[in-house]
């Protein structure tokens, strides 16, 4: 069975668009929301090493190095389904990329 031309690019040229739109405003909600944890969790260990430095509390910082490290792992085995999603949908995954780069990039 002959493939129609019309309907295949148009078929990707939606996958494309809305990969990119998409990717774009989930960069940039990313990046909101980067900033908005990376603060967060700056204050907290100034406080922490504040506190330290005073005497009122005695850190432990590699058992803190530790949970992060666990923390880590824990991320990256319960979203290795994400890359399966990524390999089997390539026209939208890597407009999806651009636009995502795109709106981290963004103000």
């Known amino acids: 069975?002959?493939?129609?031309l019309t309907q295949f690019l148009t078929g990707l040229g939606i996958q494309l668009g809305a990969g990119g739109i998409i990717g774009f405003a989930a960069g940039y909600a990313l990046k909101k929301l980067a900033k908005i944890v990376a603060f967060i969790l700056g204050v907290f260990i100034l406080a922490l090493m504040y506190l330290n430095y005073a005497?009122?509390?005695d850190v432990r910082w590699e058992g803190l190095l530790g949970w992060g490290e666990e923390a880590l792992s824990w991320i990256g085995a319960h979203y290795s389904p994400i890359a399966s999603f990524i390999?089997?949908?390539?026209?939208?995954a890597s407009?999806?990329?651009?636009g995502f780069a795109l709106g981290v990039k963004a103000a």
Do not use: D, R
Request: charged residues 0%.
């Open 87 to 92: 390999i089997t949908n390539i026209p939208f």
């Open 1 to 4: 069975m002959p493939v129609n």
């Open 55 to 57: 005497g009122i509390v």
């Open 95 to 98: 407009s999806f990329t651009v």
